[in-house]
Structures are given as structure tokens and as C-alpha cells.
């Protein structure tokens, strides 16, 4: 099964602040990468597909880059409404895994 | 548009069987295949499996093989998941969510996801 390993994995910033997090495959993937996010009580949202194609409805300050093993998440400035746990999961091949996620938090 | 709407809270016995459905609206049914997702209390997500519901035909995780089966009803556009041999461990909430059957393959709608609790 490919590995995927996400860092940090908790993150303290404040309100307009650059947040990246990255995320390892254990082997290539390609471009097979996807973002999301979740908020307590709630089911994962898609952010990013493809390493890094905006999912229709998601605000532009999400982006997404990174091909083959190394990928990141980018929030461009913080909002309220951003802090959350994301999670990057590859799609490559199944077992479809997930990394651990990343737990953002207000500073 | 689109909706997964998922059965409700389900409390089971270890040793017991539990099945969540999921039923499907506002696109094609055959056009997606769903695929089920489960989160431990405060864990992250693990992949159970996907059931294409074209033909029915499935992929399970190896670690769930034997334990689980994953149907479906094209006639009411649901998707059915079994797993058997509760135990604790599997006290989680399970999602189902769909993938494009071809072209980028990414969990683009979610259930509201259903909680399983497996307590003596």
C-alpha cells in the first residue's frame, strides 16, 4: 500500500496568515493527489484534485502544487472559517490511503 | 443536486453484522462509483472499498477481506455495506462517497456519514 505522510501535524496560525502543508507518497503518484477538509462533526469537503485543480466553490486562496511523491496545500491568507483538519489522499491506486491529517488551529 | 443520504445510527453487539445504505440522487447513478470510508473516534480516514454500480463488481481492502460486501440497487440508486464480526474496533463513522469513473478520480460528494458503535 502506498504511504502517505502529511506535515505538520498540528499547526497554529493567526487570521490572514500563509499556512503550507505537505504531504509524502511513499512512491510516485503521479499527479493522483487530493485535498480536503474537515471541520468537527462533519464529512470531509474536496478542496484540491489532481495535485492542484481548484474544486468548483473553493475559495482561489486554497491552491495546490507538487507532483510524483512531493505535494503541498497552501491557504494564500487565513480565514476563520479555514481552521480545520485537512487531509491529502492519493488516488493513484487502491488501496486509496490517506495521510494522518493536519490539524489547524488558531493561534 | 447531488445528495448521498446515508442510513441513520446503528448500535451493535461484537460478534454482530451491520448494514449502512446510501442512497444516491441528483446524477446518474451508474456513472459513479462509491466508494466507503471509515473514521475512528478521533482518528483519521481509512478506505474500506468501492462497488462499481454498473455491474456491481467490487474492491475491498485487504484488511477488511472477508469481513465486508458491498452492494447496490440500481432500481433505488443505493449502495449497500455490510461488514460482519464486529468489534470494537470498528466503532467509527462510515462514510460513503462517490468517484468519477473516469478522468481524475477524487471523493467529490460525501454522505453525511453514519455512526456505528459496537459496545457489549
Known amino acids: 500500500d502506498i504511504q502517505m505522510t502529511q506535515s505538520p501535524s498540528s499547526l497554529s496560525a493567526s487570521v490572514g496568515d500563509r499556512v503550507t502543508i505537505t504531504c509524502r507518497a511513499s512512491q510516485s503518484i503521479d499527479n493522483y493527489l487530493n485535498w480536503y477538509q474537515q471541520k468537527p462533526g462533519k464529512a470531509p469537503k474536496l478542496l484540491i484534485y489532481a495535485a492542484s485543480s481548484l474544486q468548483s466553490g473553493v475559495p482561489s486562496r486554497f491552491s495546490g502544487s507538487g507532483s510524483g511523491t512531493d505535494f503541498t496545500l497552501t491557504i494564500s491568507s487565513l480565514q476563520p472559517e479555514d481552521f480545520a483538519t485537512y487531509y491529502c489522499q492519493q488516488s493513484y491506486v487502491t488501496p486509496f490511503t490517506f495521510g494522518q491529517g493536519t490539524r489547524l488551529e488558531i493561534k | 443536486q447531488v445528495q448521498l443520504v446515508q442510513s441513520g445510527a446503528e448500535v451493535k453487539k461484537p460478534g454482530a453484522s451491520v448494514k449502512i445504505s446510501c442512497k444516491a440522487s441528483?446524477?446518474?447513478?451508474?456513472?459513479?462509483?462509491l466508494h466507503w470510508v471509515r473514521q475512528a473516534p478521533g482518528q483519521g480516514l481509512e478506505w474500506m472499498g468501492t462497488?462499481?454500480?454498473?455491474?456491481?463488481?467490487?474492491g475491498y481492502a485487504q484488511k477488511f477481506q472477508g469481513r465486508v460486501t458491498m452492494t447496490r440497487d440500481t432500481s433505488t440508486s443505493t449502495v449497500y455495506m455490510e461488514l460482519s464480526s464486529l468489534r470494537s474496533e470498528d466503532t467509527a463513522v462510515y462514510y460513503c462517497a462517490r468517484v468519477i469513473s473516469s478522468g481524475w478520480r477524487r471523493f467529490d460528494y460525501w454522505g453525511q456519514g453514519t455512526l456505528v458503535t459496537v459496545s457489549s
Open positions: 441528483g446524477y446518474t447513478f451508474t456513472s459513479f462509483y
Open positions: 462497488i462499481n454500480p454498473s455491474g456491481g463488481s467490487t
